[in-house]
T-cell receptor, first 115, second 113 residues
Framework: AQSVTQPDIHITVSEGASLELRCNYSYGATPYLFWYVQSPGQGLQLLLKYFSGDTLVQGIKGFEAEFKRSQSSFNLRKPSVHWSDAAEYFCAVGYSGGGADGLTFGKGTHLIIQP | EADIYQTPRYLVIGTGKKITLECSQTMGHDKMYWYQQDPGMELHLIHYSYGVNSTEKGDLSSESTVSRIRTEHFPLTLESARPSHTSQYLC????????????FGSGTRLTVV
């Protein structure tokens, strides 16, 4: 079964600084990879996704992520964070065929923005 | 704009009560999903549906049940709520299926006292 690891439970970044959130997955074939953001009391909003092709993916709100097959990673980056980026970020992996048709999510990284 | 709606947003209810969490979507998606999310924990798939009259259990065992009588509607029911059911419940839908990503509702935060 596939799994997703987000090693950082909490990350604190100063406003205007760069950000990188880590995500590692465990799955044999090429997965479908996603980053979602969840603001307090809200559902999840899709930031970006990777299915195939260019390994650097651009998303909404200035985020990007890079798929590195050799490292089984899909890290999320943003060059300059804003206070409004404070939220919970979830990495997820999906695959086609077999078993329950759902995404597997990591436990999330809580992003705190310092003024 | 949210095209998938969950009601209520917050619910506090006593032990033993029957509850139904509503989820509706206006996108015509065939596939719909329920996830359970505990604080600080990942989301766990508890139910999914591929279309009308189709329901399946997900990876996490749940005492809840679901129905899919109409494409746009996927309610979740707990016959007898218990404090262990306290959690956030997120509904999602997809046009191509889970591996291709979802649209999520805003969630229902359930507290059973």
């Amino acid at each position: 079964a596939q799994s997703v690891t987000q090693p950082d439970i909490h990350i604190t970044v100063s406003e205007g600084a760069s950000l990188e959130l880590r995500c590692n997955y465990s799955y044999g074939a090429t997965p479908y990879l996603f980053w979602y953001v969840q603001s307090p009391g809200q559902g999840l909003q899709l930031l970006l996704k990777y299915f195939s092709g260019d390994t650097l993916v651009q998303g909404i709100k200035g985020f990007e992520a890079e798929f590195k097959r050799s490292q089984s990673s899909f890290n999320l980056r943003k060059p300059s964070v804003h206070w409004s980026d404070a939220a919970e970020y979830f990495c997820a992996v999906g695959y086609s065929g077999g078993g329950a048709d759902g995404l597997t999510f990591g436990k999330g990284t809580h992003l705190i923005i310092q003024p | 704009e949210a095209d998938i709606y969950q009601t209520p947003r917050y619910l506090v209810i006593g032990t033993g009560k029957k509850i139904t969490l509503e989820c509706s979507q206006t996108m015509g998606h065939d596939k719909m999903y329920w996830y359970q999310q505990d604080p600080g924990m990942e989301l766990h798939l508890i139910h999914y549906s591929y279309g009308v009259n189709s329901t399946e259990k997900g990876d996490l065992s749940s005492e809840s049940t679901v129905s899919r009588i109409r494409t746009e509607h996927f309610p979740l029911t707990l016959e007898s709520a218990r404090p262990s059911h306290t959690s956030q419940y997120l509904c999602a839908s997809s046009d191509r299926g889970g591996p291709y990503g979802y649209t999520f509702g805003s969630g229902t935060r359930l507290t059973v006292v």
